[in-house]
DNA sequence: CGAAATCTTGAGTATAATCAAAAACGGTGG
DNA sequence: CCACCGTTTTTGATTATACTCAAGATTTCG
């Protein structure tokens, strides 16, 4: 009697194991949460900021982003979100959304009930440390762009993300042969960075001309993953990834 | 038969009763938590990046920040830490700190172990729960920097700093006629807005000049706090304080 | 009182923003 | 398959916010 459900959990049990080894009763536990499982276009918001939701939501396929507006209509995006995030995990406990979460691709997403989370964090205390784990992991990648966007500035600072966003795609099996699909436009680039569209663009074009990526519609590659390392100034222990290679 | 530290638990109670009423049961547990106790000077790095600790700290008077350093020794600052925090909560799940913490000011500091909050948690869920929200908390404070360095300027950003800090040190009942005591140097404001020192100077000439606020030594006046508010852009519902009157 | 830290001011510069418009791309429908 | 539309990318010219460098004034504290 299984779940129909059972294999959407892959990416996030993936993510999870790179902590710690679950048991089969704990596995066995995640496999069997019951979600809603939707098909969302790009450009759509999964949740607003202000909304006092009951239920989180788990990204299976597809890129997102966790954004917020300033008063002014002017869009800050605060963090990239890939399959097996879960970015609005932490209404769980606070009642209030405090940003938005929309998709940058078309995404599959599942919704998670907070009762059945709940129930499942005391069932299982090692899944709810788990849980809040991945929580603290994105506080360190908030507080890594609070550094980003305030400390460094041009190419740096928009390689810095990219190292990100690479090491994050690769943990989860989404980059091969310093190639992955990156569906995130020059705008969304900039308003992730702090930067103009236009600044974002000489900046890239900059990098392509120093060779330091290449980009082909979608698709990005990294030819010297040391030398961008090297000017993104990136060292990836905020990310806590505890396997030592996905970092590498 | 009472903890020697009984009293020095207060400010965090304060904190965690904004959220729910603590049992008789559970405010006992806190209070006869053993802590080490030592009193700082200010400019001391309590922890360090790299540091795997083995507990975490409470502070119990004073000022102090989270910081993080680029390879080019360019300090940011990620958040300001009063009366009430543990800045390094998040060490009870995250094995390397990819942060430091230090005193602004002389701070009064108590040292947890890890076994010991570990055992609070297994024994109250709801603590459990509050810590949890805590280090959420700390997560949307961070966020909303990411909003204001990247997306806010000048005086704008400079004010919705100062909202946050009178919102939070209000809301630990620090704030008395408007005034406050924030030994903050503009060189340390300079390193939490990304902005240099000369820069902060000139901002905040001008914020005087319009009677947003008063300087006097270490002392922070705000005569017209709904103008402060307006200038700064500031919403803090992402500080998530129940209590509606603190934030108002 | 004197040294160190902090604050203040001035002059020149740079990174990135703004404004504007053209080129390239991607998807859709005839 | 191609024409057409909206979106995204690209480029140029000008401007502004904030930085750098430098030095003087003020405050703090031993």
Request: glycine share 4%.
């Amino acid at each position: 009697m299984h779940s129909p459900f059972r294999h959407e959990y892959n990416s996030l049990i993936r993510k999870l194991e790179s902590i710690f080894t679950l048991t089969d009763d704990e596995r066995q536990a995640l496999q069997n949460l019951p979600m809603q499982v939707a098909m969302l276009k790009d450009n759509q918001d999964i949740v607003r900021e202000g909304d006092r939701p009951s239920r989180s939501c788990l990204i299976l396929s597809g890129f997102a982003c966790v954004y917020k507006m300033t008063i002014h209509g002017k869009r800050q995006i605060v963090s990239f979100v890939i399959a097996g995030d879960i970015p609005d995990l932490q209404s769980l406990h606070l009642k209030v959304l405090d940003n938005s979460v929309s998709t940058l691709s078309p995404c599959r997403v599942g919704f998670i009930p907070h009762e059945v989370l709940h129930d499942l964090c005391t069932r299982y205390p090692r899944l709810a440390a788990a849980f809040w784990r991945e929580t603290l992991i994105d506080a360190a990648i908030f507080r890594e762009w609070v550094m980003n966007v305030g400390q460094r500035e041009g190419a740096t600072r928009m390689a810095h993300l990219l190292c990100e966003l690479l090491v994050r795609l690769k943990a989860m099996g989404l980059v091969e042969d310093h190639t992955c699909d990156l569906p995130i436009t020059q705008s969304e680039f900039a308003d992730a960075l702090g930067f103009t569209t236009v600044h974002v663009n000489r900046v890239l074009k900059e990098m392509r001309a120093e060779g330091l990526i290449v980009i082909d519609g979608t698709r990005l590659t990294v030819p010297d993953w040391e030398r961008l390392k090297q000017v993104g100034e990136f060292d990836p222990t905020y990310l806590h990834l505890e396997n030592k290679q996905a970092a590498a």
